[in-house]
């Protein structure tokens, strides 16, 4: 069983569909990552958190601690945000165990 | 500001040649690491370093190696390269307790 696990591994909606991406985490964290990693290759950290709830713009990040999940919305969605979204549990190191990534696919 | 800078950004090698990835900061972030990405999977930590002169193996650390003289630099260096290390692999940065900056990666074919 992998140290990260997240559901979806792929998902396709029509533009204007709120999204949701799961991550489950069976280690110990520091932080819980969010990173977005564009069809071009790059690889771009969204959020960082350890409790509760983050927002930026149309995308929301929330924790549960206790259950060692964290989930990752879209509202909205637009054909933009067509990429990969990784899930990363990080050590105390900063050193992070990657989730394999949920592909999403936005439909115009 | 450059943020993270990797080159080159694609290489072809022959079995046994060696090479070193090259891997600069301008952020004065302490911490660096090196990761690799294969089809299908995550993300896998080589090595990482908490400040100059200070290195540490990750995950898969086996048939590389690393060094860390200045807060800048972190070059990642194959020796006696072999197919299974053809990959594409990303540097990264960070500030302890803070979120990650990526290089845009090296696309690298062991043939």
Redesign the interface.
Known sequence: KNEVEQSPQNLTAQEGEFITINCSYSVGISALHWLQQHPGGGIVSLFMLSSGKKKHGRLIATINIQEKHSSLHITASHPRDSAVYICAAGGSQGNLIFGKGTKLSVKP | NAGVTQTPKFRILKIGQSMTLQCTQDMNHN?M?W?RQDP??????IY?S?GAGIT?K?EVPNGYNVSRSTTEDFPLRLELAAPSQTS?Y?C?S?L???????G??T?LTVV
């Open positions: 911490y690491y990761y299908g999977m995550g993300l896998k930590l990482y908490v540490d990750g594409v990303f990264a960070s302890q307790g803070a979120r990650a900056f990526f845009q990666g696309r």
